[in-house]
């Protein structure tokens, strides 16, 4: 059995004295696909910056590829791709020129080379002179997804990484994610949509800050007696 | 609801913006708190700063020369110098003014009338020529107090040293170079950093390999070599359309604008590490660079300010680069001379890169 990715032991963090997210627990294997599903506000976003070792927590501990997950040894970063619910890539820059910056930043010798393949596998060649604000959503996050692995991490920390995508740029998306899940890349995505939880291998299941899981998507709803994931997830919400 | 309503509704949602808005606070009350005291004590422009040394034949002459300047206000540093003592103290900027006297021809020879040379650093000119009105003022009243014979008063000769017309221009705009580098790279430095803040990129920038130095280093060569050209057109105006003479040291001067502007940039990026918003970033570098411009000897001479107010003035990088302007582009001093104000410029940029990298958090809370 392979090492994990990623394992954390009752994460917890708190905001103002205000408990966040706490007890997050998980161990993530290579190709696996993580889902963080639940509400908004439900401590999703702080439970990937905490992976991303972008917070501290509070309580517990983790460790990624064998470093603690709060290491801000600027090496830790380098094995994993992170990608915020929000845009980052610098908008009046073209999405050749954000792409160029994220090879630097992870040293990557050739870039051209590097930038021809991602370029090829993802599709991306007619918006690389494009600058990133003229871009739709849908382009703007496929221009973001591949700066998110331009480098070749082991893993991602997703955060809403389809939300409020067209169809077809979603159904990408996926592809994407589990071409790479096949070449062992472990992943974490967290997701408010049903549709996306029902992708992943696991999921965590957030509720006002409290975690349930990992459980798979078919025990979640065997857990709940419910028919669907969807209705699994009403049944703990209304439970709560 | 009506016109009113709705603009109550707007007035209401903006006060309780204003009033949530740390910054806002700053913005009422520091700023108008640090003009209150620099406008209050520091800028106080007085005769008492203007320095005098006074060479004279005899000690009378020079007693009646020390009194000329203390009737003007003047505070006398050296008197009964040997000739040329005083020229001297003003060319090595330790006066600002000399008194060069000589009695007429004696020995049988008819008596010629004593002459008076002012020797007077022009490099201030706002400084200096005022007190220059003042001094020969002084002295030709003590003159018509002194003797009613008109054929016995003495010549009076001026002389400005390096501004020879007295030009207000000649001593702003190598000065200007400073303050527009400094304000530009100031407000780059605090909003590289808060922008990112504001647009989301700075939390992916730190979820990649890179140090903060290098993040540090990476924006602050493109903003410096910025910086350094605009030091550069702004001298570079100065010498085309003012006629500002072009010393070779100079050079030296061209030296010092990368750590002039670089030293902006990392203060300005230290503000901004500490500050949650553009407008915060702003705030701080106004802070900043409002008492750099008043106690820095660019809107009111140093020289005038009190000795607290001096003290900080010596703090600000600026005061040290219009020193190093003025001896480079009006003195034309050694290059020594002109790069030795590049010293405590290294030292404030080693502190402003010391917080700057303290300030430089690697993680989001």
């Known amino acids: ?240 | 609801m009506s016109s009113a309503g709705r603009i109550g509704g707007v007035a209401r949602l903006e006060l309780q913006r204003l009033l949530r808005a740390r910054v806002t606070f700053t913005l009422l009350l520091l700023v108008p708190a640090l003009q209150v005291v620099l406008f209050g004590y520091a800028i106080r422009p007085d005769a008492a700063s203007i320095t005098v040394a006074i060479a004279a034949p005899d000690v009378v002459f020079a007693q009646q020369l020390a009194a000329v300047a203390q009737a003007a206000g003047s505070t006398v540093v050296a008197a009964g110098l040997a000739p040329g003592g005083a020229e001297a103290k003003v060319r090595e900027r330790s006066a600002l003014v000399g008194l060069e006297a000589a009695v007429g021809a004696g020995d049988g020879a008819p008596a010629a009338p004593p002459s008076l040379r002012i020797v007077v650093d022009g490099t201030n000119a706002a400084l200096t020529e005022p007190a220059l009105a003042r001094i020969e003022a002084a002295f030709w009243r003590t003159q018509v107090e002194r003797t009613r014979s008109v054929s016995a008063r003495p010549r009076l000769e001026i002389q400005r040293l390096h501004n020879p017309d007295g030009l207000a221009s000649w001593t702003f705009l190598p000065a200007l170079a400073g303050v527009t580098v400094m304000i530009a790279m100031i407000m780059l430095g605090s909003l590289s950093l808060a922008r990112e803040r504001e647009s989301g990129s700075w939390e992916t920038l730190l979820s990649l390999p890179i140090r903060a130095s290098e993040v540090l280093l990476g924006k602050l060569l493109p903003a410096a070599m910025l910086g350094v050209l605009q030091g550069v057109l702004v001298l570079a105006a100065g010498f085309l359309l003012f006629g500002l003479p072009l010393h070779p040291s100079v050079l030296a001067l061209l030296l010092l604008l990368p750590l002039f502007a670089a030293t902006h940039f990392v203060l300005g990026y230290a503000i901004a590490a500490r500050a949650a918003t553009q407008l915060a970033g702003l705030q701080g570098a106004i802070a900043f660079y409002l008492p750099a411009m008043l106690l820095s000897g660019f809107l009111y001479p140093f020289e005038s300010l009190p000795g607290w107010a001096r003290g900080l003035g010596n703090v600000f990088p600026l005061t040290h680069f219009i020193r190093a302007a003025h001896s480079a582009v009006l003195c034309d001093a050694t290059p020594g001379v002109v790069l030795a104000e590049g010293v405590p410029m290294l030292a404030f940029a080693g502190a402003a890169v010391a917080v700057a990298m303290l300030a430089h958090a690697r993680r989001i809370d």
């Open chain 1, 1 to 240: 059995m392979p090492d994990p990715v990623v394992t954390a032991l009752g994460l917890a963090k708190h905001y103002g004295g205000r408990p966040v997210v706490q007890g997050v627990s998980l161990e993530l294997l290579p190709g696996q696909i993580l889902g963080l599903v639940g509400a908004n506000g439900g401590g999703k976003t702080t439970t990937l910056r905490m992976l991303a070792g972008l917070l501290r927590p509070d309580h517990g501990s983790g460790v990624r590829f064998g470093r603690p997950l709060h290491s801000t040894r600027a090496a830790d970063r380098a094995a994993f791709g992170y990608m915020t619910q929000r845009l980052s890539l610098q908008p009046e820059l073209s999405v050749l020129a954000n792409l160029r910056f994220r090879c630097a930043a992870h040293g990557i010798v050739d870039a051209t080379t590097r930038l021809a393949d991602v370029t090829a596998r993802y599709g991306i060649g007619s918006l690389l002179q494009r600058r990133v604000e003229t871009l739709s959503g849908g382009q703007a996050r496929r221009a973001q997804f591949v700066a998110t692995v331009v480098h070749g991490p082991q893993l991602l920390l997703l955060d809403e990484p389809t939300a409020g995508l067209d169809v077809v740029t979603r159904l990408d998306i996926w592809r994407w994610l589990h071409a790479l899940a096949g070449e062992g890349v472990a992943i974490v995505i967290s997701t408010h949509d049903l549709a996306d939880a029902e992708q992943c291998d696991r999921l965590l299941h957030y509720q006002d800050g409290r975690v349930e899981g990992p459980l798979t998507p078919a025990a979640l709803i065997a857990a709940s007696g419910a028919s669907d994931l969807e209705a699994a997830i009403l049944h703990r919400a209304t439970q709560s």
